[in-house]
Antibody
Framework: EVQLLESGGGLVQPGGSLRLSCTAS????????MTWIRQTPGNGLEWVSG?????YYADSVKGRFTISRDNPKNTLFLQMNGLRAEDTAVYYC????????????????WGQGTLVTVSS | DIQMTQSPSSLSASEGDRVTITCRAS??????LCWYQQKPGKAPNLLIY???TLQTGVPSRFSASGSGTYFTLTISGLQPEDFATYFC?????????FGQGTKVEI
């Protein structure tokens, strides 16, 4: 079964740090460009970051968040530093496209999400 | 950045109705358009990619079309399980962007 499982969310104070993990199973993780997407309490979806042969970031997180991966362990990470109240959201990981052929990009599958709350 | 604008933001419909949701891109995105369905408390689920290709397992009552900057998602014969929120998303260029969502309510 194809599955993604996020962990690492929680409550953190403004300015604090958190590291999210996403463990994949059921597909060849190393072949895929992987992404993080977040959904705010107002329900909007925002793509945050992606990693394939290179890394990609939304302007809203550039310089504060770092995406990385451990292919032998089938795990994706998101290191979040300098957290702000506006970073409060459910964070999802999702596969996006094949690293060596990204002609068709689509978020599938998705993990179940992990909640990050930034508050004092 | 490519802006995606959906309309309406919500709609009320009955079982068996035909509903259409529109999505406009701020610039041409070719065929790089996806649709997702999200139910409360769950992650979004891919319905359609490349404008009109149904993901495996998606019922044929879902269809989609469009080109360039204007796209539509149609559900023909709403079923109880279709009441959800639908998002469009462009995969033409980074940053990848979503529409704000359309909530289909009873």
């Amino acid at each position: 079964e194809v599955q993604l499982l996020e962990s690492g969310g929680g409550l953190v104070q403004p300015g604090g740090s958190l590291r999210l993990s996403c463990t994949a199973s059921g597909f060849t993780f190393s072949n895929y460009l992987m992404t993080w997407i977040r959904q705010t309490p107002g329900n909007g979806l925002e793509w945050v970051s992606g990693i394939g042969r290179t890394t990609y970031y939304a302007d809203s997180v550039k310089g504060r968040f770092t995406i990385s991966r451990d292919n032998p362990k089938n795990t994706l990470f998101l290191q979040m530093n300098g957290l702000r109240a506006e970073d409060t959201a459910v964070y999802y990981c999702a596969a996006y496209c094949l690293t060596n052929n990204c002609q068709v990009g689509k978020f599938d599958p998705w993990g179940q999400g992990t909640l990050v709350t930034v508050s004092s | 950045d490519i802006q995606m604008t959906q309309s309406p933001s919500s709609l009320s419909a009955s079982e068996g109705d035909r509903v259409t949701i529109t999505c406009r891109a701020s610039q041409s995105i070719g065929s790089h358009l996806c649709w997702y369905q999200q139910k409360p408390g769950k992650a979004p689920n891919l319905l359609i990619y490349s404008i009109s290709t149904l993901q495996t397992g998606v019922p044929s009552r879902f269809s989609a079309s469009g080109s360039g900057t204007y796209f539509t998602l149609t559900i023909s014969g709403l079923q109880p399980e279709d009441f959800a929120t639908y998002f469009c998303q462009q995969s033409s260029d980074f940053p990848l962007t979503f529409g704000q969502g359309t909530k289909v309510e009873i």
